[in-house]
Nanobody, 126 residues
Framework: QVQLVESGGGLVQAGGSLRLSCAAS????????IGWFRQAPGKEREFVAA?????????SYADSVKGRFTIARDNAKNTVSLQMNSLKPEDTAVYHC??????????????????WGQGTQVTVSS
């Protein structure tokens, strides 16, 4: 059974920072690309960032977060982090991490991910 558990969400003022963490168990973590997505009330789930599996160097970001967010993985700890700086009120959402299907690289397609965490709430006040 694959489990992904997010942590690190909270309430922050605009311009502040948060660091989200995704802890994985149940599969060979380093063999899978990992993505972060977010969903605001009344909106569809949208891609935020992704990182390739171990041994392949690569990251991808949505234009809306490029230059402000940084995704990284620690395979020894089976975790992927999302450092979020210069936060804006429009970043408010529930943030989910997800594990991509085996063999897939960087992808922003929700359907390319087969396991998802429950999410962590990020609220940015103006």
């Amino acid at each position: 059974q694959v489990q992904l558990v997010e942590s690190g969400g909270g309430l922050v003022q605009a311009g502040g920072s948060l660091r989200l963490s995704c802890a994985a168990s149940g599969r060979t973590f380093s063999s899978y690309a990992i993505g972060w997505f977010r969903q605001a009330p009344g909106k569809e789930r949208e891609f935020v960032a992704a990182i390739t599996r171990s041994g392949v160097v690569g990251t991808s970001y949505a234009d809306s977060v490029k230059g402000r967010f940084t995704i990284a993985r620690d395979n020894a700890k089976n975790t992927v982090s999302l450092q979020m700086n210069s936060l804006k009120p429009e970043d408010t959402a529930v943030y989910h991490c997800a594990s991509a299907r085996l063999g897939l690289g960087l992808t922003a397609n929700v359907g390319s991910y087969d396991y998802w965490g429950q999410g962590t709430q990020v609220t940015v006040s103006s």
